[in-house]
């Protein structure tokens, strides 16, 4: 077995070949096809008349350039899914490339795979958008959180969903469209939503499951180097980013190193009257939050391994990591993923956390 220095480069690096083959450039880029009898969006112009339908409840700060272009994206997207399916289809030509790849619930699918896979769900069950809780974007990647409503036997159930979406601008003719998107973390759909993967989607995904099973957190090192950040990006304020980043990786460390550990330090890190939002919807206080972790590890050890992605931007942080947890009786492990936004507030010369969601 590799020693514990390199499983993080291995992890680094088989995630760049999945990367790599994922991309598929060779097959190069998905261009719009047209279907005359589908009516969907699709304009940079209009982002003032969509933000309205679909509100931020948190405004962030959006700098002009390809982080306008993808709040309007975002916001077209969320306009041509309401539209039915086959606008939303239709539109997946202008936003997604043939290389795009999204992570449905965990699970990776090309691009047709998750097409075939919301076509097949959204006939039992509608989905409607609602408005943003939090849309932060940092330069290439995005962070969302937002309302959904599921039409169940013609009920309405609202939910809220997070993703994590990488863009890139592929230039004047085809824009700014999807790399990789993260929708939701790893759940109870996990099983069904794989048959719509063919057998190299399978065997990518067995493989960085049974990375993660073996993974091993260094025990040396900086916390960056202990655990890493995959996909990086650039901060426009790098001083505060820095301050946000060693916080969230603090609290990956001290939870690892004992749970009473991490209790005592989320008294000194979160605000007195901080409110925590967990997996379930329910908003904790620190003390009922306190409960809410000895019931979650009651059974089991829970390991916070590593960052996809921490994105900072004014005085809000989001980041998606994966974790490991082996249930103490059976000794069975399981590996998963979390997605969490924060809201910092400064108190003299140190930034706490006012606000946290966790799904």
């Known amino acids: 077995?590799?020693?514990?220095?390199?499983?993080?480069?291995?992890?680094?690096?088989?995630?760049?070949?999945?990367?790599?083959?994922?991309?598929?450039?060779?097959?190069?880029?998905?261009?719009?096809?047209?279907?005359?009898?589908?009516?969907?969006?699709?304009?940079?112009?209009?982002?003032?008349?969509?933000?309205?339908?679909?509100?931020?409840?948190?405004?962030?700060?959006?700098?002009?350039?390809?982080?306008?272009?993808?709040?309007?994206?975002?916001?077209?997207?969320?306009?041509?899914?309401?539209?039915?399916?086959?606008?939303?289809?239709?539109?997946?030509?202008?936003?997604?490339?043939?290389?795009?790849?999204?992570?449905?619930?965990?699970?990776?699918?090309?691009?047709?795979q998750y097409q075939q896979a919301m076509d097949i769900s959204l006939k039992k069950n509608p989905i409607k958008l609602g408005q943003f809780h939090i849309m932060l974007i940092c330069v290439n990647y995005t962070a969302i959180f937002?309302?959904?409503?599921?039409?169940?036997?013609?009920?309405?159930?609202?939910?809220?969903?997070?993703?994590?979406?990488?863009?890139?601008?592929?230039?004047?003719?085809?824009?700014?469209?999807?790399?990789?998107?993260?929708?939701?973390?790893?759940?109870?759909?996990?099983?069904?939503?794989?048959?719509?993967?063919?057998?190299?989607?399978?065997?990518?995904?067995d493989e960085l499951t049974q990375l993660l099973m073996n993974y091993q957190v260094p025990?040396?090192?900086?916390?960056?180097?202990?655990?890493?950040?995959?996909?990086?990006?650039?901060?426009?304020d790098k001083e505060k980013a820095d301050k946000f980043i060693e916080i969230i990786l603090t609290g990956f460390d001290k939870w690892n190193s004992d749970i009473d550990n991490y209790k005592n330090w989320i008294e000194g890190v979160y605000t007195t009257n901080a409110s925590i939002t967990v997996t379930d919807g329910s908003e904790k206080s620190i003390k009922t939050y306190k409960d809410y972790i000895d019931t979650e590890t009651a059974d089991k050890k829970i390991i916070k391994l590593y960052a996809d992605n921490i994105l900072v931007r004014d005085d809000w942080a989001a980041t998606h990591y994966r974790y490991r947890y082996e249930y103490l009786e059976s000794g069975k492990k399981y590996v998963g993923d979390r997605m969490q936004f924060f809201k910092f507030i400064k108190e003299g010369t140190d930034y706490k956390i006012e606000k946290t969601w966790i799904k």
């Open 219 to 236: 025990s040396s090192g900086t916390l960056r180097e202990r655990y890493p950040i995959l996909y990086p990006t650039d901060y426009l």
């Open 146 to 205: 937002y309302d959904d409503i599921h039409i169940v036997n013609g009920e309405e159930k609202k939910g809220t969903v997070m993703e994590f979406v990488h863009f890139k601008d592929y230039g004047e003719d085809l824009g700014t469209r999807v790399v990789v998107g993260w929708g939701g973390t790893k759940g109870d759909s996990f099983d069904s939503m794989r048959k719509f993967q063919d057998e190299q989607g399978k065997m990518l995904q």
């Open 1 to 112: 077995m590799p020693s514990k220095k390199t499983l993080p480069l291995i992890i680094v690096i088989a995630l760049v070949v999945i990367l790599i083959i994922t991309l598929g450039l060779v097959f190069g880029l998905k261009k719009s096809e047209e279907n005359d009898d589908v009516e969907i969006v699709n304009s940079y112009d209009n982002t003032d008349e969509l933000i309205k339908k679909f509100p931020v409840e948190y405004p962030i700060s959006v700098q002009d350039g390809i982080e306008k272009r993808i709040q309007n994206r975002l916001l077209t997207g969320f306009e041509n899914w309401n539209r039915g399916f086959e606008a939303w289809k239709k539109w997946g030509d202008i936003l997604y490339t043939n290389a795009s790849i999204y992570n449905v619930n965990g699970v990776r699918l090309t691009l047709a």
